[in-house]
């Protein structure tokens, strides 16, 4: 619940809290048909990079996201895309951590 309010907060973006026990697949059509394509790359982008903050990205993980990309019309591509960038932004910030602490 936290991450996902100051996830909120960081983008703007009014806190909602679905009533009843909607499945995933439900809110995410909800989503899908509530926020334009930039958001949708946002959402994404910003829900891979939490999947990948511990530095696992597994099979359970790949599944959910790609169920995530499906629902909201975001191609595989797009997924890939950021998976990509995602990986090249940790590693300069490796870097950069190794620059500062040498």
Request: charged fraction near 35%.
């Amino acid at each position: 619940n936290a991450a996902i309010e100051a996830y909120c907060r960081e983008m703007d973006l009014k806190v909602h809290r679905p009533e009843g026990c909607e499945s995933f697949q439900d809110l995410v059509k909800e989503l899908s048909d509530s926020t334009a394509k930039e958001e949708k790359n946002i959402i994404v982008l910003e829900t891979l990079a939490l999947i990948k903050s511990d530095g696992v990205y597994d099979e359970k993980e790949k599944v959910f996201m790609k169920e995530l990309i499906d629902g909201l019309g975001v191609s595989n591509s797009k997924l890939i895309k950021f998976d990509e960038l995602l990986t090249k932004y940790l590693e300069i910030g490796k870097e950069m951590y190794s620059a500062i602490i040498e």
